[in-house]
């Protein structure tokens, strides 16, 4: 899209494209990662960045807030204690009010907790009310930007479980080289469950240093510091997982794997090092990977480790999708299903894409509607939904209220002018496939004058050509031309 320069700018352009896509976790990564680099390498772009990388914690916390505030309306408990659970766990010094609200949310959600009804199964069901709004005037009032880029429509990994300790800490100011450790370990740690932050303890001073510098963006360092450590303490698991992290993070997966195997060794239940290690064994045969490795891994963890059984059978699903075995990944799926997942944004969206890729097309429709659904204001299920109604015909009509009632609805966050350029890519293409050819053309010709990336010019390009010819064949060009051959 012409505004990828170096590396900081490449990686800020990363998290200015995953806000787009409504994927506010990701951006605070993107964020975070350019910021660290930008502390080394150009001092002047970080004031901008911690703008941003705050920002996007925010919205992060505030997703996870509503999206417990809607469990509970709908008395789902556990998955709103755990999106609570989560959200506390990226909150700043600063986020008192936050702090509260999580706080008064938690009480209450456990306080109702062996009370709690099962959710309402025609609430789940429940239609769309239709938009009374016309989407092109809403698209077209709006601010000016780059080209439609947006998310693929590719599975997303179960991670809602347990955000990995190297993530999920909050990302401080970390320029202070004489900081005390003990502080920034204190400042950093909240990830961590009670046990390893004993385990933290016992390993001491050293292992927090290493863990600070993994935090600070330096893998070298922290490699440095946990090899240190090892020496007093070469079995224990949670130092075993942050050296094989520091590997991982320094682009040595053959170090990483082996260190995530032997955390796993001595500790089965290790979420993070099973997950890492099978994403690194899911590599492709031809890139030396063993991805039925990796699937025999995760489901070794539904009987080590029951409690996360419904994360594993996820994960092995996905890498399953991506051997094109959808029939093999359909029962993990189900699986997780059983095991509570019901209410998993991740479950739904996997099992619509091993529907489709098993050509069950009318199952696979509606859980990519269930996605969307529990999914809330979630961009990504909205557009893995768009993009299997524009691949297989099916629903095209619900997919364009659905992208244009995202569009309504996000106007009171402000979303980013790439994002709503987004949205309205999405829109000429439905309504092109719909046969609402003037709208597709005025659709088309308002984002081709907004200077796209050359993959999007070319399909707007296509679509502008094919709108004119079909209108310039008709009889009444006037003519409404919303009649469509919806299935």
Not at 321 to 338: K, N, V, Y
Request: proline content about 5%; charged content about 30%; aromatic content about 6%.
């Amino acid at each position: 899209m012409g505004l990828f320069g170096g590396g900081i700018e490449k990686t800020e352009a990363k998290g200015d494209a995953a806000l787009a896509k409504g994927d506010d976790l990701q951006a605070y990564r993107h964020f975070g990662d350019a910021l660290r680099e930008a502390q080394r390498k150009q001092p002047e772009a970080a004031g901008r960045l911690r703008e941003k990388l705050a920002g996007a914690r925010v919205s992060f916390v505030r997703r996870k807030i509503d999206e417990a505030r809607g469990y509970l309306q709908d008395q789902v408990i556990e998955p709103a204690i755990e999106s609570l659970t989560i959200a506390r766990d990226y909150l700043d010094a600063g986020d008192a009010g936050l702090q509260d609200e999580i706080a008064g949310l938690l009480k209450l959600a456990r306080a109702t907790h062996a009370e709690a009804p099962a959710p309402d199964a025609a609430t789940v069901e429940a239609e769309f009310e239709d938009a009374e709004t016309d989407p092109d005037v809403v698209l077209e009032e709006e601010s000016e930007a780059e080209a439609p880029g947006g998310p693929s429509a590719a599975s997303a990994l179960a991670a809602e479980a347990s955000p990995p300790a190297s993530d999920s800490a909050e990302f401080l100011d970390l320029t202070d080289a004489d900081a005390d450790p003990e502080v920034l370990f204190e400042q950093l740690s909240g990830a961590l469950h009670d046990e390893d932050l004993e385990r933290a303890e016992r390993l001491g001073r050293v292992f927090k240093l290493g863990f600070v510098a993994l935090q600070r963006g330096d893998p070298t360092a922290a490699r440095e510091a946990f090899e240190t450590a090892a020496r007093e303490h070469p079995d224990d698991p949670l130092l075993l997982e942050h050296l094989a992290l520091a590997y991982d993070q320094s682009e040595q997966p053959a170090e990483a794997a082996d260190r995530y195997g032997r955390a796993l060794a001595k500790d089965p239940t290790r979420w993070n090092s099973r997950v890492a290690l099978a994403g690194i064994l899911a590599g492709t045969s031809a890139a030396g990977g063993h991805p039925e490795h990796a699937v025999t891994l995760l489901e070794e963890g539904v009987t080590a480790d029951p409690p996360r059984a419904a994360s594993y059978q996820l994960a092995a699903a996905e890498i399953l999708l991506t051997l094109h075995r959808p029939l093999d990944a359909l029962p993990r799926i189900e699986s997780a299903m059983q095991a509570g997942a019901t209410e998993s944004v991740a479950a739904w969206q996997l099992q619509g894409a091993a529907l489709e890729g098993a050509g069950m097309l009318e199952e696979a429709e509606k859980a990519y509607d269930r996605a969307v659904r529990f999914g809330g204001s979630a961009m990504q299920p909205r557009a893995q939904f768009a993009e299997f109604a524009l691949r297989t015909g099916r629903g095209l009509k619900t997919a364009g209220e659905i992208i244009f009632e995202t569009c309504i609805a996000c106007q009171a966050t402000m979303p980013s002018a790439e994002e709503l350029d987004y949205y309205g890519f999405l829109l000429t293409r439905i309504q092109h496939a719909r046969g609402q050819h003037r709208q597709a053309l005025e659709g088309a010709e308002r984002l081709l004058a907004k200077g796209v990336s050359p993959d999007g010019r070319r399909v707007l390009l296509e679509i502008r050509r094919s709108a004119k010819e079909a209108l310039a064949r008709r009889d009444r060009p006037d003519d409404d031309d919303d009649a469509t051959g919806d299935p």
